[in-house]
Each structure stands twice: as C-alpha cells, then as structure tokens.
C-alpha cells in the first residue's frame, strides 16, 4: 500500500554539526518529493522540494537528493543552528491526477547550543 | 507565512454533534486539500477540491465531507463527531490538482472531542 517511512523518528546534534533525515516511499509513480519543518503550535511549512526528473536540489543550507531506483530520498542540513529545532516531515506524491501526499512520522530535530 | 487561512483556531465539541471548518485559500490557488494530523504523527490526507467538486479522497468515511465555494475557499464538515476525530485540521492550497504543485498550509484548526 502505500506508504513512507522516516528515519530517525529523534535526531538531536551540537549546532554546526549537518543533520540528515531519511525517507524510503512505496509507490514508483510518486514523482514530488516536498519535505516539511512543523514548529510547535504551527503549521507545517515547506522548506524545500525535489521532482522526480533531478537527483538533488540545494537552498542555502539545506538540501535533498533523490534515489529513484531505490525509493529513498534525504533531506540534508548543514551548520545547523537552534532555530533549526523542529519536527521535519517528509512526503511522497501519489498518482491518481490529484494532490494526495503521503507523510512520514516526523523527525524531532534538536540543536543545541 | 503563506496566504492560506483557516477558522476557527480551536473548538471543543461533543461526541455525536458536527462541526464545520473553514479554510481560505492563498490567492491563484484553485485547489483545496484537506489532512487530519494526530498529536504525534503526520498530516492524513482526507480529500481535495477542485473547481467545486471532490477530487480524490483518502480513507476516511462519508460522514467527512467538504465543500468548495467559486472563490476557492472550502469547508471540511464532520457529522457524528466521535473522540478519535480530535486532531489538527489542516488545509493546504494548491495552483493546480495535479500531484506535482506545491501545497501550502493554513495555520489549522485545533478541534478537541470529549
């Protein structure tokens, strides 16, 4: 069915070590890939995206590679700093013509000082 | 912060009553997705609209339903309110159905069932 892991579900780091979130989906015609950072008591909002025609895609200090062969893509933060403190989420696409993504767990991020 | 908006912010209701949610999509959007997200866990997608009309739906049964209004803005209505249905509802707007298009999402609604 279908289906998106996320690992690790808690991941806490020294600020300016990288930070790496891992996803394995199930669907092979998933072809977007957004992932999320949800701070408590608000809305979930997208800190970036990949398509399934590119194997990665950089913003400033985070980034996201693709492995469509193997249905695993990975968010990647560097230099991380404490306003990076958040629950991550990714997310797959699933065919069908309309909008419906499928989230992983989540991954509480902690960096601290 | 992203143009979409949503009321109420909290609501405590009864089990067995219904309740109706809001959500105002960000401007050029023509679609609304509708999630459910558990304390915990992540966003479950419950339906989306399109032009009106209801264009994909996940696993949740008929007494979830929804509207969408020419202007774009939608409700999310549930009947027979039961304790599991406590949860953040959240919409999320989109400048097209397709599953390619960005989804960004209003604030949510924080409904309480006792």
């Known amino acids: 069915g279908e289906n998106v892991e996320q690992h690790p579900s808690t991941l806490s780091v020294q600020e300016g070590d990288s930070a790496v979130i891992k996803c394995t989906y199930s669907?092979?015609?998933?072809?977007?890939f957004p992932w999320y950072k949800q701070e408590l008591g608000k809305r979930p909002q997208l800190i970036i995206d990949i398509r399934s025609n590119v194997g990665e895609k950089k913003d400033q200090r985070i980034a996201v590679t693709l492995n469509k062969t193997a249905k695993h893509f990975s968010l990647h933060i560097t230099e991380t700093q404490p306003e990076d403190s958040a629950v991550y989420f990714c997310a797959a696409s699933i065919s069908g013509g309309y909008n419906k993504l499928i989230f992983g767990a989540g991954t509480r991020l902690a960096v601290h000082p | 912060e992203t143009g979409v908006t949503q009321s109420p912010t909290h609501l405590i209701k009864t089990r067995g009553q219904q309740v109706t949610l809001r959500c105002s999509s960000q401007?050029?959007?023509?679609?609304v997705s509708w999630y459910q997200q558990a304390l915990g866990q992540g966003p479950q997608f419950i339906f989306q609209y399109y032009r009106e009309e209801e264009n994909g739906r996940g696993n949740f049964p008929p007494r979830f339903s929804g509207l969408q209004f020419p202007n774009y803005s939608s409700e999310l209505n549930v009947n027979a309110l039961e304790l599991d249905d406590s949860a953040l509802y959240l919409c999320?707007?989109?400048?097209?159905?397709?599953?390619?298009?960005?989804?960004?999402f209003g604030p949510g609604t924080r409904l309480t069932v006792t």
């Open positions: 669907d092979s015609a998933s072809n977007y």
């Open positions: 999320a707007s989109t400048r097209g159905r397709g599953g390619d298009y960005e989804q960004y």
């Open positions: 401007s050029g959007h023509n679609t």
